[in-house]
């Protein structure tokens, strides 16, 4: 009984530990989730005088671009995350975000920058409405309903 009890509580810890990892996975995604939802904020300035030559109208549609594929997307996703494997979808939003940032920075023109920054939506819709639901998941199994709730308010709230 002491050989059972030492195995399921070294099971336990082992699970507990990977779990804390995937936490900080998804806590660490999520942070460039924000950061990469607001760097065209942040660039206004140079992408005024950049060789895209973009207007002041341009600059708000690209983040109205990005808000709108964002927000048709995530219900798509949110149905998808009840329906098959979550873990896979979280790989395809992110790698769907990541190819689509990276694809605004080579972008020519105005339409190929906003169809990146319109995919980039697509990929945060997928990683946010599955991950939030993950990590709801993971930290209410071993944590007090407090805790649970400091951490969720890290989780969602803005940087």
Same mark, same amino acid.
């Given at each position: 009984m002491l050989v059972y009890r030492c195995v399921a509580n070294q099971a336990y810890k082992s699970w507990v530990r990977s779990a804390g990892f995937g936490l900080a996975v998804l806590s660490f995604i999520n942070l460039f989730s924000y950061l990469d939802r607001y760097v065209v904020s942040a660039l206004i300035e140079s992408l005024k005088h950049s060789d895209l030559g973009l207007s002041d109208a341009n600059l708000g549609s690209l983040?109205? @671009?990005? +808000? $709108? $594929? /964002?927000? +048709?997307? #995530?219900? $798509?996703?949110? #149905? +998808?995350?009840?329906? =098959? %494997? =979550?873990?896979?979808?979280? *790989?395809? @939003? $992110? #790698?769907?975000?990541?190819? #689509?940032? *990276?694809? %605004?920075?080579? *972008? @020519?023109? /105005?339409?190929t920058l906003l169809a990146a920054r319109a995919s980039v939506g697509v990929g945060e819709a997928a990683y946010v409405t599955i991950a939030f639901r993950s990590f709801l998941r993971t930290i209410n199994r071993f944590t007090s309903a407090q805790v649970a709730n400091s951490r969720l308010a890290f989780f969602a709230s803005p940087r």
């Open positions: 983040m109205s @671009g990005f +808000l $709108v $594929v /964002y927000t +048709l997307t #995530a219900p $798509v996703f949110g #149905a +998808l995350g009840d329906r =098959r %494997s =979550r873990p896979r979808l979280i *790989a395809l @939003g $992110v #790698a769907c975000w990541s190819f #689509a940032t *990276a694809l %605004s920075g080579f *972008a @020519g023109s /105005y339409l």
